[in-house]
């Protein structure tokens, strides 16, 4: 169990009028640190990878996806983007589609 | 980039917390500077003009401003975002602390009288209300574990990376500052008892260690986590100081005993009445001709209202409750309240001591006190402002 509190007592501030946006900018800035430690994770494995003979950062930049690849990435992506916009969506197809 | 911590209690954060706080302590950087440029360019065309036609005349006050500023989105944006980022500087430093947190307990122990610095805690000590009922700029954990280094642990954890680079790699550049200014600018003035009133966890005790040798350094805090983190802190730095668990408002040092009586960003966190108090204390503590001097923020009285409003941000949304009431005071007269003379009062600004060549500071100590927006405010032209008097 937890000793030390991650919060600080007392309620936080509202600083927009719109219910919900003050959560919103805390979620997108949890997002951009989680965002950021992935980053970095990458960038230092490359370098980890570099100085035990693999020149991965190099590799990387001049890789080419094999077209089954391709699709597997594009499949991907189109995943991604579904998810991002799953609310948008909702208001222009049937909920349960 | 978060400072790293160079003694023994320092934590080891796993390479993904380390990647956080250095996210942290970049999105603060550009809240502070860049963010912060932008919103008063965005009060100075847009926000002012409209205001002043709406009452027909400039701002007058910082209220003016800050009511103004309230509906302005940008605004929004840089308070919504300035306070995630303050709730993520602690954030990112507790789990990493809970989890070293009985090895740091042991570290703290072997290290602790290495320099020959004391410890004396006073359980039976009140904590003030100030202390107890609000978890001051948003640090969570004060009181989880008084009986560990944790607290002090947060502070210190937190401070290297809320510092964004602004207090020096050994986030002791506010008492560095204040030390070598005195010690520059009065060169005949030899302290040899030498009180820190507020010192948490010692960043700010250990430079007049540092700039008087000889002296004997003293600290006091309520709390008693942060005094056994500045015990141990101090013996891992090999630097020796006392550290007592005392109210700055009620001090048990008898009458003339100490030459000077610092404090560093601690007036704000008081009521008016209690740094009456405290003044008055150092008055007594004080010998005939010590210096009684605080860093803190600049008088709201010497600032336009916009800079006013921009400081006093921390009093509104960063859980400083008594941050302006503290800076809509007259500095000197707070001062008389505690005994000292209109005549011995003094007052300056300095640039940091440890970003720069001790002789250009040296020639610094010398410019007189210019006081603006950029005065005790975290950017890249910081000056510290300090304010205090010497006791006839």
């Given at each position: 169990?937890?000793?030390?509190?991650?919060?600080?007592?007392?309620?936080?501030?509202?600083?927009?009028?719109?219910?919900?946006?003050?959560?919103?900018?805390?979620?997108?800035?949890?997002?951009?640190?989680?965002?950021?430690?992935?980053?970095?994770?990458?960038?230092?494995?490359?370098?980890?990878?570099?100085?035990?003979?693999?020149?991965?950062?190099?590799?990387?930049?001049?890789?080419?996806?094999?077209?089954?690849?391709?699709?597997?990435?594009?499949?991907?992506?189109?995943?991604?983007?579904?998810?991002?916009?799953?609310?948008?969506?909702?208001?222009?197809?049937?909920?349960?589609? | 980039?978060?400072?790293?911590?160079?003694h023994d209690l320092k934590v080891s954060h796993p390479q993904d917390t380390r990647a956080r706080q250095d996210?942290?302590?970049?999105?603060?950087?550009?809240?502070?500077?860049?963010?912060?440029?932008?919103?008063?360019?965005?009060?100075?065309?847009?926000?002012?003009?409209?205001?002043?036609?709406?009452?027909?005349?400039?701002?007058?006050?910082?209220?003016?401003?800050?009511?103004?500023?309230?509906?302005?989105?940008?605004?929004?944006?840089?308070?919504?975002?300035?306070?995630?980022?303050?709730?993520?500087?602690?954030?990112?430093?507790?789990?990493?602390i809970e989890a070293a947190l009985p090895e740091m307990q042991a570290r703290a122990v072997a290290v602790q009288?290495?320099?020959?610095?004391?410890?004396?805690?006073?359980?039976?000590?009140?904590?003030p209300e100030n202390v107890t009922e609000i978890d001051v700029h948003l640090m969570p954990g004060v009181h989880?574990?008084?009986?560990?280094?944790?607290?002090?642990?947060?502070?210190?954890?937190?401070?290297?990376?809320?510092?964004?680079?602004?207090?020096?790699?050994?986030?002791?550049?506010?008492?560095?500052?204040?030390?070598?200014?005195?010690?520059?600018?009065?060169?005949?003035?030899?302290?040899?008892?030498?009180?820190?009133?507020?010192?948490?966890?010692?960043?700010?005790?250990?430079?007049?260690?540092?700039?008087?040798?000889?002296?004997?350094?003293?600290?006091?805090?309520?709390?008693?986590?942060?005094?056994?983190?500045?015990?141990?802190?101090?013996?891992?730095?090999?630097?020796?100081?006392?550290?007592?668990?005392?109210?700055?408002?009620?001090?048990?040092?008898?009458?003339?005993?100490?030459?000077?009586?610092?404090?560093?960003?601690?007036?704000?966190?008081?009521?008016?009445?209690?740094?009456?108090?405290?003044?008055?204390?150092?008055?007594?503590?004080?010998?005939?001709?010590?210096?009684?001097?605080?860093?803190?923020?600049?008088?709201?009285?010497?600032?336009?209202?916009?800079?006013?409003?921009?400081?006093?941000?921390?009093?509104?949304?960063?859980?400083?409750?008594?941050?302006?009431?503290?800076?809509?005071?007259?500095?000197?007269?707070?001062?008389?309240?505690?005994?000292?003379?209109?005549?011995?009062?003094?007052?300056?600004?300095?640039?940091?001591?440890?970003?720069?060549?001790?002789?250009?500071?040296?020639?610094?100590?010398?410019?007189?006190?210019?006081?603006?927006?950029?005065?005790?405010?975290?950017?890249?032209?910081?000056?510290?402002?300090?304010?205090?008097?010497?006791?006839?």
């Amino acid at each position: 169990m937890s000793v030390l509190p991650l919060d600080a007592a007392g309620k936080r501030p509202a600083f927009f009028d719109e219910p919900g946006m003050d959560q919103l900018v805390s979620m997108m800035l949890e997002l951009a640190a989680e965002l950021w430690v992935v980053k970095e994770r990458v960038f230092v494995l490359e370098s980890v990878l570099g100085q035990q003979g693999m020149a991965a950062r190099d590799a990387v930049e001049a890789y080419v996806p094999t077209p089954e690849e391709q699709q597997t990435l594009a499949a991907m992506r189109a995943t991604m983007t579904a998810q991002l916009f799953r609310t948008l969506a909702r208001d222009h197809r049937p909920v349960n589609t | 980039m978060p400072m790293e911590l160079l003694h023994d209690l320092k934590v080891s954060h796993p390479q993904d917390t380390r990647a956080r706080q250095d996210f942290v302590s970049a999105l603060r950087g550009y809240v502070l500077n860049d963010m912060a440029a932008g919103m008063k360019q965005r009060y100075q065309q847009a926000v002012a003009p409209a205001l002043a036609q709406r009452l027909g005349r400039p701002a007058a006050t910082q209220d003016d401003v800050h009511d103004a500023m309230k509906g302005d989105l940008f605004f929004k944006f840089y308070s919504s975002v300035r306070y995630n980022a303050q709730e993520m500087v602690w954030r990112s430093v507790v789990p990493g602390i809970e989890a070293a947190l009985p090895e740091m307990q042991a570290r703290a122990v072997a290290v602790q009288d290495r320099a020959g610095g004391t410890l004396t805690l006073d359980p039976a000590l009140d904590l003030p209300e100030n202390v107890t009922e609000i978890d001051v700029h948003l640090m969570p954990g004060v009181h989880a574990a008084p009986d560990t280094p944790a607290a002090g642990a947060i502070y210190d954890n937190g401070l290297a990376v809320f510092s964004a680079g602004f207090m020096g790699r050994e986030l002791n550049d506010i008492g560095m500052s204040m030390a070598n200014y005195i010690a520059k600018k009065f060169p005949d003035f030899r302290p040899a008892d030498i009180l820190d009133a507020g010192c948490t966890v010692g960043h700010n005790t250990l430079a007049w260690a540092q700039t008087y040798p000889g002296a004997r350094v003293t600290g006091i805090d309520v709390a008693s986590s942060v005094l056994r983190y500045a015990h141990a802190r101090a013996g891992s730095l090999g630097i020796a100081a006392h550290f007592h668990q005392m109210d700055a408002t009620s001090l048990a040092f008898p009458d003339a005993s100490f030459d000077v009586v610092f404090s560093s960003m601690f007036l704000h966190e008081m009521s008016v009445k209690d740094i009456k108090r405290f003044f008055a204390e150092a008055h007594r503590v004080l010998r005939p001709g010590g210096l009684l001097v605080n860093m803190e923020l600049p008088p709201n009285q010497a600032l336009e209202p916009y800079d006013q409003f921009y400081l006093d941000w921390d009093c509104y949304y960063n859980a400083e409750p008594y941050y302006r009431a503290f800076r809509d005071q007259d500095y000197p007269l707070l001062t008389r309240a505690g005994g000292f003379a209109a005549e011995d009062y003094l007052q300056f600004t300095v640039p940091q001591y440890t970003y720069m060549e001790d002789s250009a500071f040296a020639e610094a100590v010398h410019r007189p006190a210019t006081i603006d927006g950029e005065t005790g405010r975290l950017s890249a032209s910081l000056q510290w402002f300090g304010f205090g008097a010497w006791k006839r």
